[in-house]
């Protein structure tokens, strides 16, 4: 006999923490026909990220993935659904993330709907250490800003977005993260790399 997973009661479970999160997300900034794709227990990297990823695909469509198998699914899938719902919100209100200051904003965007809407906030440990893996790219970045930080392209490390949260996530509301300009972000990732040094 088969044995199916994500099973038959976790399947409804999984839909009924994604519709919940994505109403909290709603009463903040709504988005209209909204499709949100789900999938279980398919990727190997999903465990690697707790339990779930979530993702936008465009201003209308975010993508949902989660692995039953693993304790804190419910809490990473809720996580995942704000975080996902927030690029989303970037991009139907700025109409792409072409260039990778916008993926880094949309990056900040979600963070700052999954730490908003779960009351999750990143380890101050967990912080330090992604900044120590980007810190030389980063300055690599401002220092080339025209030719690298601006251009086309979705090659975008997201640990990026992860270390720029940090700082603006306290900082800014969500009207000001989705209003920011490319030299605005320039400015906040150069703000990071002076509080580092």
Not at 4 to 11: G, I, N, T, Y
Not at 95 to 117: A, E, N
Not at 157 to 177: H, M, N, R, S, W
Request: proline share 3%; with cysteine; charged share 30%.
């Amino acid at each position: 006999m088969s044995v199916f997973k994500p099973d038959l009661k976790e399947v409804p479970e999984a839909h009924k923490l994604i519709r919940e999160s994505l109403k909290q997300c709603q009463e903040v900034i709504e988005i209209s026909n909204l499709t949100v794709c789900t999938g279980g227990n398919s990727f190997d990297w999903v465990a690697e990220r707790g339990g779930a990823v979530g993702e936008a695909k465009d201003g209308k469509t975010i993508e949902v993935t989660f692995n039953t198998e693993l304790k804190r699914w419910r809490e990473t899938l809720e996580r995942s659904t704000c975080f996902a719902y927030g690029q989303a919100v970037y991009i139907d209100r700025n109409g792409s993330t072409d260039y990778r200051w916008q993926k880094l904003l949309s990056i900040v965007l979600g963070q700052k709907f999954s730490y908003k809407l779960t009351e999750s906030q990143p380890e101050k440990e967990e912080l330090n250490q992604e900044f120590e893996k980007v810190a030389d790219d980063l300055k690599e970045v401002v220092e080339d800003w025209n030719d690298k930080f601006f251009q086309q392209g979705d090659e975008y490390p997201p640990q990026f977005g992860y270390v720029l949260a940090k700082t603006l996530v306290e900082e800014l509301d969500i009207q000001q993260i989705i209003k920011m300009g490319k030299e605005d972000t320039l400015k906040q990732v150069e703000k990071i790399l002076e509080a580092e040094n």
